[in-house]
């Protein structure tokens, strides 16, 4: 196997993963979307945004409108987002 061949099947495991650890989160989402902490920041509105984390190092930043829960952001917590907010 080349090296080419290695990297990408790297990052198909990688995305497969991230996809499945998605889908489940989302499950959690329909029946335990108040369950997760709100998101604290003075920039942020107070009680507008939940945040839960995903694979140990994304943060799923979500609101629920309604009976909908909308993801609005999917953050790498290893990357400074302090511009984002």
């Given at each position: 196997?080349?090296r080419?061949?290695?990297?990408?099947?790297?990052?198909?495991?990688?995305?497969?993963?991230?996809?499945?650890?998605?889908?489940?989160?989302?499950?959690?989402?329909?029946?335990?979307?108040?369950?997760?902490?709100?998101?604290?920041?003075?920039?942020?509105?107070?009680?507008?945004?939940?945040?839960?984390?995903?694979?140990?190092?994304?943060?799923?930043?979500?609101?629920?409108?309604?009976?909908?829960?909308?993801?609005?952001?999917?953050?790498?917590?290893?990357?400074?987002?302090?511009?984002?907010?």
């Open positions: 196997m080349n080419k061949a290695i990297e990408f099947e790297k990052r198909d495991k990688c995305r497969s993963y991230l996809y499945s650890e998605f889908s489940a989160k989302a499950k959690f989402l329909e029946e335990f979307s108040e369950r997760n902490s709100w998101l604290s920041d003075p920039l942020v509105p107070a009680g507008k945004y939940l945040k839960l984390l995903m694979a140990k190092r994304y943060l799923l930043i979500y609101q629920i409108k309604g009976e909908n829960v909308c993801v609005d952001v999917v953050a790498d917590c290893r990357q400074d987002y302090s511009w984002l907010l």
